[in-house]
């Protein structure tokens, strides 16, 4: 291989980690994106460090991506990372978060191969949909009050969105992102996803990025078989703990 | 100032009448709440009066209603410990029991005297109170019978067997009897309710549609029930609808036929406004009916749809998502989400953490150290571990003499030196145990290793005795050689690359010669 390869093939990996954006319409490293779809060793090489390093590439309508590989313990992050980043404290508001995120996915994709032609979603739009994707589990807890519930079950997932008020605070104007309120919550989620390159906001409007559909098509297509067998095993998961 | 105006009315007029319906519920949460705790101290406030009152109102309700009896207070009595044995498992004295059960028929009763709710009239400005008894007792004879009241089976049914009936089936019938009893006014109400329940079955189709698009599986839950407590009333509603229309007609003509006087006019205008309202409330009534419609077509979709890219090659979030809700574990969330992040690169350090190091408590004194249990150990001696590395290379070296001393006669030094170079490559001769071992070996001209066994004259030797106790040295225990050291040979010069001239390695030739075993004898 050539030095020159490597070279490139570096700097391409720089430009990813850091969160450059790599596209063939412009910008700095419209070169590089060239050099990876036209020469073979630098794509090789590049795919080589990737794969070292736990990391995936890829790319959708002419740029390049890229994600975090499972159990990744240098790139990916602990729960105690991700709490401190979007000012969290407690574990369960960590997962109600996932739960927001899981949703706003799920307006834009049904699943991996399905978009809804949707344009952008409102902070209503994420908190009806979640309102609505609970309020099974809302009126069970309605109808049936148990012992308190396990901070890992959807229960207790329910039981946090059920106690809190829509709003915080009647008289402030616009919604400001917090733990205290569910469209708090909401906010604090969407600009958490804004600062991670998930969705742009324009006017209290947000859209989807190019790195959004990227990694929804291409990661998930890709890992289907692995979640696919977790999603088994955690069916089976009460009776034997391990589904093979 | 009419919105205003008919909400206010909404609010202080009516409040009686809702607090009067509220009514029927009042002495079940009282008896719910206070039953058993000021009972033998609490001891029996784990059995659920609740649940106890709805079973002898059910119970009543069957000798009453279905039989056609009134009840007799043993009869109760051997109901209530019925109840007592078969659901709480509670088995008692006879005489507690009776305690017991006497206790509880009273608490049911209230001793006889009704429940009493209190509230603020607001159209007084006074308060007022409403009354309401769960069971009536009448004396024939020497003997108490005892009846359900009417509200107390209102109250049962209303807990569960209205919610499945059709409200708008019992408004219908209301109204045919208003309008057979000439109360137009009321009936126009009647509408009103019958409107109110259009609404909001219309709202309740809404949040089934919603439920179907987020979870299908929920959704089809729900839109079973509403099909079970809306729509199978339908093709009844329609034909009521049209009966009570017919009646209204047949009224109206009637009406005009006979009208005479301002008493009648006014009577025909609440016909005219019952008429006009009957017939909005079809309208709405049939647009339901279209949305209903619309609702199945739409929910078959979805759930065609669902079927449909649950078979197809992709991965199906929410179909994860289920499983996980059904697993009862957010944890696997992560997997969806985390996935969506940039890499982690920055490494900090949280602020939050520096609290914890202010709110770290100091200890109050010195805790000492804590010594585990020791294990003695075995300790080896630098020279030991030297000694144990000689005699391993001496072994080395003593063994490919000797199996060459077994293959020829005599073995030069230089023929040694060869095998040993293939063996162990020219780093032996870096050894300093290759020289040592010479010359240690040559402190003696002959070695009998039988007697070397036996009796150990040098350090040398007592490592050779050592060596011939393996049984791999067997074969050579009858061995006997000894050295001719040749001067006039030439020397041994063995030039190895990285070493300094001068320590290049030198030695006289000697020769190792096997003697024959008779010789030696």
């Known amino acids: 291989m050539e030095q020159k390869s490597l070279e490139k093939a570096t700097e391409l990996l720089a430009a990813l980690l850091i969160g450059e954006p790599v596209e063939a319409k412009g910008g700095k490293n419209a070169g590089l994106y060239e050099a990876y779809h036209e020469s073979g060793e630098v794509n090789d090489a590049l795919d080589l460090m990737l794969k070292k390093l736990n990391l995936r590439v890829y790319e959708y309508n002419y740029a390049l991506y890229i994600a975090v590989g499972e159990k990744n313990r240098v790139f990916g992050y602990s729960n105690e990372d991700l709490k401190r980043m979007m000012g969290l404290r407690l574990n369960k508001e960590l997962y109600l978060c996932y739960y927001l995120i899981y949703q706003a996915a799920a307006l834009f994709y049904q699943d991996s191969a399905t ?39 959807f229960k207790a997932l329910a039981i946090s969105w059920d106690e809190l008020p829509v709003i915080a605070n009647e008289d402030t104007q616009g919604v400001r992102a917090g733990r205290g309120s569910r469209s708090g919550f909401v906010k604090l989620v969407f600009n958490f996803m804004v600062s991670q390159g998930l969705f742009t906001e324009v006017g209290e409007r947000y859209y989807p990025t190019g790195r959004m559909h990227a990694l929804i098509r291409r990661y998930f297509e890709e890992e289907k078989g692995r979640l696919y067998e977790l999603q088994q095993r955690s069916s089976k998961g009460g009776e034997d703990g391990a589904a093979y | 100032m009419d919105g205003t105006y008919q909400m206010l009315h909404d609010i202080i007029d009516f409040h009686n009448d809702r607090m009067r319906n509220l009514r029927r519920y009042y002495p079940f949460f009282c008896l719910q709440n206070t039953a058993f705790h000021l009972f033998k101290e609490g001891k029996y406030s784990f059995l659920d009066m609740g649940y106890i009152t709805l079973a002898v109102l059910r119970f009543f309700i069957e000798e009453n209603q279905f039989n056609d009896r009134a009840v007799q207070y043993p009869e109760i009595a051997s109901f209530i410990s019925g109840v007592l044995i078969r659901d709480f498992s509670l088995v008692l004295q006879s005489e507690e029991e009776k305690e017991l059960v006497d206790y509880i028929f009273d608490k049911l009763k209230n001793d006889g005297k009704p429940f009493v709710m209190e509230y603020f009239d607001p159209v007084k400005k006074a308060k007022a109170s409403v009354r309401m008894k769960l069971i009536d007792a009448t004396l024939s004879g020497n003997t108490v019978l005892y009846t359900v009241t009417a509200d107390a089976i209102e109250f049962y049914l209303d807990t569960k067997e209205i919610r499945d009936e059709s409200k708008i089936n019992i408004q219908q019938i209301l109204l045919e009897k208003m309008i057979h009893t000439k109360n137009f006014k009321g009936g126009i109400d009647v509408i009103r309710r019958i409107n109110s329940e259009v609404n909001r079955l219309r709202l309740q189709k809404r949040e089934v549609l919603a439920l179907l698009g987020s979870n299908v599986f929920d959704g089809v839950k729900a839109l079973e029930e509403f099909n079970q407590t809306g729509m199978r009333w339908f093709s009844e509603e329609q034909k009521l609808f049209s009966h009570n229309m017919e009646l209204m007609e047949r009224a ?56 449909y890219s649950r078979l197809r090659g992709a991965f199906d979030f929410r179909a994860f998502v289920a499983a996980a809700e059904e697993a009862q574990d957010v944890t696997l969330l992560s997997h969806l989400v985390e996935p969506l992040l940039f890499p982690k690169l920055q490494k900090q350090f949280s602020l939050l953490q520096t609290d914890e190091l202010l709110s770290l408590p100091a200890e109050a004194g010195e805790t000492a150290e804590v010594l585990g249990e020791a294990k003695e150990e075995m300790y080896r001696f630098e020279d030991e571990i030297e000694e144990e590395r000689i005699s391993g290379n001496y072994g080395a070296i003593v063994r490919t003499l000797f199996e060459e001393l077994t293959a020829s006669e005599q073995v030069p030094l230089s023929t040694l030196n060869r095998k040993l170079e293939l063996k162990f490559f020219d780093g032996i001769f870096k050894n300093s145990d290759y020289y040592s071992f010479l010359v240690h070996i040559c402190q003696k001209k002959d070695y009998d290793l039988e007697q070397i066994r036996k009796k150990q004259d040098t350090f040398f030797e007592g490592i050779l005795a050592e060596m011939l106790k393996e049984p791999a040295m067997q074969k050579y225990a009858g061995l006997k050689f000894r050295l001719i050291m040749k001067p006039e040979a030439e020397e041994l010069v063995h030039q190895i690359a990285g070493l300094e001239r001068d320590a290049i390695f030198v030695t006289t030739e000697i020769v190792f010669e096997r003697l024959k075993e008779e010789k030696a004898g």
């Open chain 2, 252 to 307: 109206r003509a009637k009406a005009e036929e006979t009208a005479e006087g301002a008493k009648d006019m006014e009577s025909l205008r609440g016909i005219y406004q019952l008429e006009t309202e009957l017939k909005k409330a079809m309208a709405n009534h049939g647009e339901l009916l279209s949305d209903c419609m619309d609702l199945q077509v739409r929910a078959d979709e979805m759930i065609h749809k669902y079927k």
């Open chain 1, 115 to 153: 978009y809804n032609f949707r344009e952008y979603i409102k902070l209503e739009d994420l908190l009806e949909a979640t309102n609505h994707g609970l309020a099974g589990m809302v009126s069970e807890l309605h109808r049936f009050e148990n012992e308190t519930p396990e901070e890992t079950s």
